[in-house]
């Protein structure tokens, strides 16, 4: 799949056991394409953690959601984990995809305006508005992902 994403959009494939994976991993994924053996057991055991994987707003698409052979096994797998997915056909294809977008964060208002505004300490309406602004574009921003240093190859000489 990854040869079909263009240059401008940063990524890293990761081939491997899926259900090993998202169950240890720490690190979060904007995008997850979920293709693994198509049973409902492997397909609940990564979307039971999805949720805690995917950034705010971030989309995992499982193919071969209506496929006949698997016997609706995909998409079992995924309301088991208790997440109702969009099942999508595509023209030519019978296979389908079941995709689900992680909600974004919602902004609590109440809790901002009891932090920051109350007791007033603006010394104007605007002033306050800006700062309600500038915690809602901090609040909505995304993480910066850690990048792995990769491992340097040495060589090692006889003397």
């Known amino acids: 799949m990854g040869k079909y994403i263009l240059p401008k959009y940063p990524y ?8 090993a994976w998202i169950a240890m991993t720490g690190e979060k994924a904007d995008l997850i394409f979920e293709d693994t053996s198509h049973s409902q057991e492997t397909t609940y055991k990564i979307y039971k953690h999805a949720e805690r994987v995917l950034t705010a707003g971030g ?4 193919h071969d ?6 016997r609706g096994a995909v998409v079992a797998g995924i309301t088991q984990a208790g997440i109702e997915p969009n099942v999508y ?3 030519g294809d019978g296979c389908g995809f079941a995709i689900w977008q992680k909600p974004k964060k919602e902004i ?20 306050m508005i800006g700062a309600i602004e500038n915690i809602v574009a901090e609040s909505s921003s995304k993480p910066k992902r850690k990048r792995r240093k990769s491992k340097k190859k040495t060589a090692i000489e006889d003397v």
């Not at 989309?59 to 499982?62: P, V």
């Not at 959601?65 to 698997?70: D, I, M, Q, T």
């Not at 109440?110 to 603006?122: A, H």
């Open 89 to 91: 056909l595509v023209e």
């Open 65 to 70: 959601a209506v496929h006949p052979k698997f």
């Open 12 to 19: 890293e494939q990761l081939i491997t056991d899926a259900t």
């Open 108 to 127: 609590n208002f109440d809790t901002i305006v009891e932090k920051y505004v109350s007791p007033p300490s603006f010394e104007s309406g605007e002033q």
């Open 59 to 62: 989309i995992i698409i499982s």
